[in-house]
Structures are given as structure tokens and as C-alpha cells.
């Protein structure tokens, strides 16, 4: 049972432009989420994160928005940048537990 | 570079075999958990400890198995493998019980031959 879903594998957009990476996720009882970068032959690496008891988190060009009713998270990054070029994990945690679980993960291309 | 340490970076071994990988934490943070990350898979959480306690278990075979030392540096073993062990093994550390946010090392690629 995939509680965190990435369905889209892979995303390409222009430099400049806005990329938008999705998450969905099943577990109501969620209350802490998370976006993590992984280049090639590195560990994932923290972006950005929400609380359930926000809708929207701000960090440069990174926003996290965050809609409980549908279960859905969203990454928005504006401007895109080539070297946003990674692969993008959404991950959904229970804070009082030790489990962070994570999607399949996006692989976003920006293009010069 | 994450302050986490994984060795080895890589390992080739057969099947049926027994292999340790190792996890030091970011000087400071008392938790380390274990992901595996297999071919077009997302990071399957296996296990965390918390000053040398298990916190939560994931989805761990009971092949596999872990510990924290006093030291806080970390052990994942794996046992009896299988081909379809052969997977990136994350370990990632944060400072408290919870995981607002997880500090990883570059993995530990196995491959079981």
C-alpha cells in the first residue's frame, strides 16, 4: 500500500519557467510533510517542509502548497533553474512516530 | 557534503551471503534510519534508533537487522541474500526522536550477484 504517490515520474520544463511537482498521499493522520532533492550518486537532501496545520510554506524560490481536504501536496518552484535538474521526493510523516515515508519520486529536467 | 557517513559505497557480493553496512550520524544527532531505495522504487523506510533504542520499524525483513552503538554509529545487516536485495541502502540521521528533518549519507550500493 503506497501511502505517499508521485504519479507524474518525470517532468521537463524551460529555463525560467514554473515547475509544479505533485504528491498525493492517503494517510489522514499525517501532520508533517517534506520535499527532498537527490542528485545522481548522492543522498536525497532536505528542501522544504509544511506542517498539516499551515497551507502554504515559503522558502526563495521553493513554496510547499498543502490541501488536507484532497490529501495533496504540491512544489512550487519559480524561477526553474537547470540546476534544479534532480530527481524530487515528497515524504508525509506522523511526528510522533519515527516513520518518514516517501513517494517514487519525480525526475524534473529544466532545460537552457 | 551531510555530515552522515555510509561505508561501504559499494559491495558486490552472492547470494545466500552476509553483509554489514555501516552509518556514522552527523556529529550531535541521536537517531539513524535506514532506507532502501530499489530500481524505480521510492525510499522504502526500514527501520530508525534513537540513542541506541529501536524508535519504529518499517517494512524490514527478518533477514535484516540493526543496531546502534553507544557510540551512535549504526549497523545494518543483511543476511541470507536474495537478488532482489541488490538496492541503494540510505542511512540518515536527525537530532531528535522525530524526523522533521533527515540529514543523508550517500548509500551503500549492493549488489548481489
Known amino acids: 500500500d503506497q501511502q505517499v504517490k508521485q504519479n507524474s515520474p518525470s517532468l521537463s520544463v524551460q529555463e525560467g519557467r514554473i515547475s509544479i511537482l505533485n504528491c498525493d498521499y492517503t494517510?489522514?493522520?499525517?501532520?508533517?510533510f517534506l520535499w527532498y532533492k537527490k542528485y545522481p550518486a548522492e543522498g536525497p537532501t532536505f528542501l522544504i517542509s509544511?506542517?498539516?496545520?499551515?497551507d502554504k510554506n515559503e522558502d526563495g524560490r521553493f513554496t510547499v502548497f498543502l490541501n488536507k481536504s484532497a490529501k495533496h501536496l504540491s512544489l512550487h518552484i519559480v524561477p526553474s533553474q537547470p540546476g534544479d535538474s534532480a530527481v524530487y521526493f515528497c515524504a508525509a510523516s506522523l511526528l510522533s512516530t519515527g516513520k518518514l515515508i516517501f513517494g517514487q519520486g519525480t525526475t524534473l529536467q529544466v532545460k537552457p | 557534503d551531510s555530515g552522515v557517513t555510509q561505508t561501504p559505497k559499494h559491495l558486490i557480493t552472492a547470494t545466500g551471503q552476509r553483509v554489514t553496512l555501516r552509518c556514522s550520524p552527523r556529529?550531535?544527532?541521536?537517531?539513524v534510519y535506514w532506507y532502501q531505495q530499489s530500481l524505480d522504487q521510492g525510499l522504502q523506510f526500514l527501520i530508525q534508533?534513537?540513542?541506541?533504542?529501536?524508535?519504529a520499524k518499517g517494512n524490514i525483513l527478518e533477514r535484516f537487522s540493526a543496531q546502534q552503538f553507544p557510540d551512535l554509529h549504526s549497523e545494518l545487516n543483511l543476511s541470507s541474500l536474495e537478488l532482489g536485495d541488490s538496492a541503494l541502502y540510505f542511512c540518515?540521521?536527525?537530532?531528535?526522536?522525530?524526523?522533521?528533518?533527515?540529514?543523508f549519507g550517500s548509500g551503500t550500493q549492493l549488489s548481489v550477484l
Open positions: 556529529s550531535g544527532d541521536l537517531s
Open positions: 540518515a540521521s536527525s537530532l531528535g526522536g522525530t524526523n522533521e528533518k533527515l540529514f
Open positions: 534508533y534513537y540513542n541506541g533504542e529501536e524508535r
Open positions: 509544511i506542517s498539516s496545520i499551515k
Open positions: 494517510n489522514s493522520m499525517f501532520d508533517y
